[in-house]
């Protein structure tokens, strides 16, 4: 059990992480740093604590977006492919190897023998064992239901902060987690999840990464024509007859490997295959004559080269490049903890593979903003201080902007009742409760968007970075934008780690 809060454990987690990448990103200044002993063995538990933020991380950010295109419900019918290694390279598929061995012959018998007791984990040993979609078992509510459902129950807990990691310090390893969805008040759902298979279903579902599962989207920044090029798969695609997972692997292969070639064969691999991509092509030539890019570069401190084009692509596709940012983050985390628990050097090696982030650290402080954004919606969802105006009145949202005025006319008449009076105390009223509610809103539409994975950022005309948050809910849309200096100061508000 945790000394200190999941919160409190996040925050110190991500500052240790930020200053390891605070000037640049070198992976064999990381290996030695860790070698001299930078995280030590009693820091594993507080690593895999944070395992399972990253993975909630992931799976937030982009479980709506795969849902969208029905990618994630084909996955998800067969995960046993990606399970099995079945669409990995040779030398993934050892690894692969290695970790169902892993699962099956030390995972299983430890679990086993530990809740030797428990009726509902033995239950869910036994159907894991028969089927490895089954690594969910609900105590309550319909077991009987997909995956994609169940999946849906995880993601409900994890937005609501309503599930809880069970670590064995003994042997150093997460067990399972424990999840609820209580709405209204009342208990709909618990359950047990395997915690291993999670980690693993979600970095191959949910990561958007080419070697260890299947990416939705593949996009390109070309400098020299000033284009910005992406390739989404079509749901049309997706769903046809006879497609399996192995076609739709074998489908973005080639247009990675058309990523990475000539800047003409990327667009027309896309074009040539129009019945299976949705093509976007923006023009970002205004960036650079308006000075943009200059301001941008002056700001940040950013190298007019391969740094500056991950820049854009991130503020361009923030869908692909956030969600390579979370997985090096999950990749480099993993690797720490097997590392500390074993001393092998193996572990340390297998960080090489996140060597091609080394041209882009400005785009990880923007990441680490993210987490710690994701952070705070747990603590708002833990508190439930947007039920207490007290909680509510000492945080300060200075530098929060509303862009949408109609939405928050609309929440801040919600439940007025008219009354007859002057016009200027109906004005009174409406500023009375402007006062009491623009907190409220601004911070429900922070967490909203954070839940449902939609932000997205931008750079204004002075070259500033601009995070978009965005809440959409039954026709209604709320959005709020603030600067990353002003998001940076929003998430180290003491309010938000103070007695918990």
Do not use: W
């Not at 919160?7 to 987690?13: A, C, G, T």
């Not at 994630?72 to 290695?98: D, H, M, P």
């Not at 074993?342 to 090489?352: P, S, V």
Request: a neutral charge; charged letters at 35%.
């Amino acid at each position: 059990m945790l000394k200190k809060s999941y919160i409190k454990n996040n925050r110190e987690v991500i500052d240790r992480y930020e200053k390891l990448y605070e000037e640049k990103i070198d992976i064999e200044y990381l290996k030695q740093k860790l070698r001299e002993g930078y995280f030590k063995s009693e820091d594993i538990e507080s690593l895999a604590y944070f395992r399972v933020f990253i993975d909630g991380c992931m799976l937030l950010f982009n479980n709506e977006k795969t849902e969208n295109n029905n990618l994630i419900i084909q996955l998800a019918k067969e995960y046993k492919e990606i399970f099995s290694g079945n669409l990995s390279n040779s030398i993934l598929k050892n690894e692969r190897k290695k970790y169902k061995d892993f699962i099956f012959n030390e995972y299983l018998p430890y679990l086993k023998q530990t809740f030797s007791n428990d009726a509902d984990v033995k239950e869910l040993l036994n159907n894991f064992k028969k089927d490895t979609h089954k690594f969910i078992y609900l105590t309550k509510g319909n077991n009987n239901k997909e995956i994609r459902s169940k999946l849906e129950n995880i993601r409900n807990s994890i937005a609501h902060m309503q599930y809880e990691g069970n670590y064995d310090n003994n042997v150093k390893m997460m067990k399972t987690l424990s999840i609820k969805n209580i709405d209204e008040g009342e208990l709909r759902i618990e359950g047990i999840v395997l915690e291993e298979i999670f980690h693993n279903f979600v970095n191959t579902l949910f990561s958007n990464n080419i070697n260890r599962g299947l990416p939705y989207k593949i996009s390109k920044v070309i400098d020299e024509k000033k284009i910005f090029l992406s390739a989404t798969l079509k749901t049309e695609y997706i769903e046809s007859d006879g497609i399996g997972i192995k076609d739709i692997n074998t489908t973005m292969q080639k247009l990675f490997e058309k990523q990475n070639g000539k800047d003409d064969e990327f667009e027309k691999y896309i074009d040539s295959n129009g019945d299976k991509f949705k093509k976007e092509k923006k023009y970002i030539t205004s960036l650079y004559k308006e000075n943009t890019i200059k301001k941008l570069c002056k700001k940040y401190k950013i190298v007019e080269n391969k740094d500056l084009l991950y820049t854009l692509k991130f503020c361009l596709d923030i869908e692909t490049e956030l969600s390579n940012c979370i997985f090096h983050m999950s990749i480099l985390n993993e690797s720490i903890i097997e590392y500390l628990k074993t001393k092998d050097e193996g572990y340390l090696e297998r960080l090489n593979e996140l060597k091609e982030d080394e041209v882009s650290p400005f785009i990880f402080k923007l990441m680490f903003l993210y987490l710690k954004s994701v952070n705070i919606l747990n603590y708002i969802e833990e508190s439930e201080c947007l039920d207490d105006q007290i909680k509510v009145k000492n945080i300060n949202i200075d530098g929060f902007k509303i862009n949408t005025y109609c939405d928050f006319c609309r929440f801040l008449t919600t439940g007025v009742e008219t009354e007859k009076g002057t016009f200027k105390e109906a004005l009174r009223y409406l500023k009375d409760e402007y006062n009491k509610k623009i907190k409220k809103y601004v911070l429900e539409k922070f967490r909203n968007s954070l839940a449902h994975g939609k932000i997205n950022v931008e750079i204004s005309k002075k070259g500033e970075i601009i995070f978009i948050f965005i809440d959409e809910y039954k026709g209604n849309k709320g959005i709020i934008k603030i600067s990353d200096d002003n998001l940076k100061k929003f998430v180290s508000q003491k309010e938000f780690y103070d007695n918990i």
